[in-house]
């Protein structure tokens, strides 16, 4: 149980183009929802937390403008990054809140290697 | 907020060897303690965990040991296989359900 997928694995798009990054929870509702990014051999940097039917709370230093978050249901949430640039080519990892606290856990998604060009 | 520092950032040892990974936090509120395992293009894995109100937890290779006074917890890998080359990350969460991420160990095992 407790899967998260996330699509696509892997993109490449042009610069000044956008591209949306889809991550769902398949075997349970997820009301929290959080985005990460990862540069190589680097830890994971929480840009944003995601709840279901709310506006996204963003970390300090990270464009809300530029990276879009939806989260329309409880099982899907969305990361489009806007007017893409090389320097936003990086690792975009989600993960999704299993159950609520004291019980709760972190499942992630496989990440998608964004490449701007 | 909470700050959670893991050592060492590298670690190379021969099959069969333990490893021991160790994180310290800072935040006495957190009370949750999770380690991940991530292979190269892949996101990361879940382990082992452990909880504030326990000292020490183990699945079969894997052992992670917590001590909430000096807020430090390692994990603990015995009989190292090839399979196990990674880069773990340690986190520590409260009840807010906020996870802090530690910088990384990349665990090479060499045959």
């Known amino acids: 149980g407790a899967v998260v997928s996330q699509h696509p694995s892997r993109v490449i798009c042009k610069s000044g183009t956008s591209v949306k990054i889809e991550c769902r929870s398949l075997?349970?509702?997820?009301?929290?929802m959080f985005w990460y990014r990862q540069f190589p051999k680097q830890s994971l940097m929480l840009m944003a937390t995601?709840?279901?039917?709310?506006?996204?709370?963003?970390e300090q230093g990270v464009e809300k403008d530029k990276f879009l978050i939806n989260h329309a249901s409880l099982t899907l949430s969305t990361l489009t990054v806007t007017s893409a640039h090389p320097e936003d080519s990086s690792f975009y990892i989600c993960?999704?809140?299993?159950?609520?606290?004291?019980?709760?856990?972190?499942?992630f998604g496989s990440g998608t290697r964004l490449t701007v060009v | 907020g909470e700050n959670v520092e893991q050592h060492p950032s590298t670690l190379s040892v021969q099959e069969g060897d333990s490893a021991v990974i160790k994180c310290t936090y800072s935040?006495?509120?957190?009370?949750?303690f999770p380690w991940y395992k991530q292979e190269l293009g892949k996101g990361p894995q879940l382990i082992i965990d452990?909880?504030?109100?326990?000292g020490e937890k183990k699945d079969q290779r894997i052992a992670v040991t917590l001590n909430k006074t000096a807020k430090h917890f390692s994990l603990h890998i015995t009989e190292t296989q090839p399979e196990d080359s990674a880069v773990y990350f340690c986190?520590?969460?409260?009840?807010?359900?906020?996870?802090?991420f530690g910088t990384g160990t990349s665990l090479t095992v060499i045959p």
């Open positions: 993960s999704a809140s299993v159950a609520a606290p004291p019980n709760y856990g972190y499942t």
């Open positions: 995601s709840n279901e039917g709310s506006k996204a709370t963003y």
């Open positions: 935040d006495s509120a957190s009370n949750y």
């Open positions: 986190a520590a969460a409260n009840t807010g359900n906020q996870f802090y």
């Open positions: 452990i909880r504030s109100n326990v």
């Open positions: 075997d349970f509702q997820a009301t929290t």
